[in-house]
């Protein structure tokens, strides 16, 4: 399968600790997003990667929030100090379109995230 | 502000009948739409788009229609089949993020 792949799928945490998520997203994908979903709503874009430059912050990620893409193919969300309001799903997803063409986004499963 | 509304949260029909999901966007910038359909504990999975030059684009049994002046998209899904039951969820683009609606559960009766 040559899906988008996030790991880990499901994550329990204590309020405090910090997590790490990964994303694997289909190869020679160049863009590549973080999403968050809660109960009830769509998901909310958080923030969006060009190969390996990060070129869009939503105010939705704040400073505890940082997301990677080192060499322009997997990417990391990492949160920092997490509260229980950052219980959600948090999605990825990749594409690949030329400069100024309309894009389909890919999401992968999802990485369920539950702070004690 | 919501920019996507689904304003149907849910929507029951049965099987062989046509589904109709309805949504609307306030950003006239918005340029590219697409419908996810989503199962529980799943990320969404891409089922059509369309652009805003088009008002209408088929793919087999679903068809996007989509009406600018009214800023107003849908999608009939035909014939319908258990299978389909899920959350579908309406998107918008102005360039790369998605601006997603609230979805809308479907429940398709055999």
């Known amino acids: 399968d040559t899906g988008v792949s996030q790991d880990p799928r499901h994550k329990i945490t204590k309020r405090g600790q910090n997590v790490t998520f990964r994303c694997d997203p289909i190869s020679e994908h160049n863009r590549l997003y973080w999403y968050r979903q809660t109960l009830g709503q769509g998901p909310e874009f958080l923030t969006y990667?060009?190969?390996?430059?990060?070129?869009?912050k939503s105010r939705l990620l704040s400073d505890r929030f940082s997301a990677e893409r080192p060499k322009g193919s997997f990417s990391t969300l990492e949160i920092q100090r997490t509260e229980q309001g950052d219980s959600a799903m948090y999605l990825c997803a990749s594409s690949s379109a030329p400069t100024g063409a309309w894009e389909t986004q890919y999401f992968g499963p999802g990485t369920r995230l539950l702070v004690l | 502000d919501q920019q996507v509304k689904q304003n149907s949260p849910s929507l029951s029909v049965q099987e062989g009948r046509i589904s109709i999901l309805n949504c609307d966007y306030t950003n006239s910038m918005f340029d590219y739409f697409l419908w996810y359909k989503k199962y529980p504990a799943e990320g969404p999975t891409f089922l059509i788009s369309?652009?805003?030059?088009?008002d209408k684009n088929e793919d087999g049994r679903f068809t996007v229609f989509l009406n600018k002046s009214a800023k107003h998209l849908s999608l009939h899904i035909v014939p319908s089949q258990p299978g389909d039951s899920a959350v579908y969820f309406c998107?918008?683009?102005?360039?790369?993020?998605?601006?997603f609606g609230k979805g809308t559960t479907l429940s398709v009766s055999s």
């Open positions: 998107a918008a683009s102005a360039g790369t993020a998605l601006i």
């Open positions: 369309i652009s805003s030059i088009k």
């Open positions: 990667f060009q190969n390996e430059a990060q070129l869009e």
